[in-house]
């Protein structure tokens, strides 16, 4: 996927974001700044890579060694933590090439909308919406100032940089008792078409993605949740099934990467066909 450079990841201990972590140190990235809430199980995502790099031919990927591997525990709703982390990890790497802003929490508001309580409805925006913003800001500073990477296939010159947000099939469309979830997945991808307006000729590119029903502790921590989801999933995904965090991250590596060069503002739908129908 053409990822050699430094990766920015939060979320990063759970579900899609830590199956973003695994992928690009397969993929050969050179660094990985893994964010999180949980820093105890960001240490148990990073020992995971390592063992994984480790039983590889003397750990060299793509030609060179391990990935360097930072971890932060932070609240991506902590502005002064976002901006204090964004610069170290710069410090540290030298520079950002991909952030994958995977962090989010999602709520069911029994009764819907006219029953969501604002502590509910405040609490998903701020982290979803608000804590998105404060990463891709405090990023895009970072990215804006350094050259462009060169392509670890042709050595042509990529982006500036690359940031990846994370939407969901309910970033464009509804889906019942989800009022605070939908309204700012929605909100995510406006962020990310009008973020990637300001600085498309300076070489940032900025797209979101939209997974659809993954299977993650998000979906599967509650069995009866779980159970409902499967039989929604069994009728209205025409796959038929839920998708995988790797199937998600795969899309993630295409919009981060050089395969991608050409693309900004998108929004990147990955559901098993489900906003198809
Ligand atoms: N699983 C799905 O079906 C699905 C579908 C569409 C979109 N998404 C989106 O994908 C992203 C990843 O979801 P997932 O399913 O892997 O969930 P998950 O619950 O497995 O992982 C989310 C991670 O975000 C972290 N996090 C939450 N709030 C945070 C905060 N304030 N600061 C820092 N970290 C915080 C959690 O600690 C957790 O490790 C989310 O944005 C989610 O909305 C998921």
Partial sequence: MDVPGYALITGAASGIGRACAHAFANEGSAGLALLDLNADALDLVKGEIETVISKRQNGVINGHGPPQILTYGLDITNEKSVNSVVNEV??????????????GIAIKHQGGAAFAKTSDWQRVLDINITGTFFVLRAAAQVMLKQEPILSSIDGRPLQRGSIVNFSSIQGVVGITLSTAYTTAKHAVIGLTRT????????????????????KTPMTTKNSDVLKAMEERVASAVPMGRMGDPKEIADGVMYLAGGRSSFVTGSALIVDGGYTSR
């Fill in 90 to 103: 710069a410090q540290e790497f030298g520079r950002i090439d991909y952030v994958v802003n995977a962090a």
């Fill in 195 to 214: 973020a990637s307006e300001d600085y498309a000729g300076q070489g940032l590119r900025i797209n979101a993605i939209c997974p659809g029903y993954t």
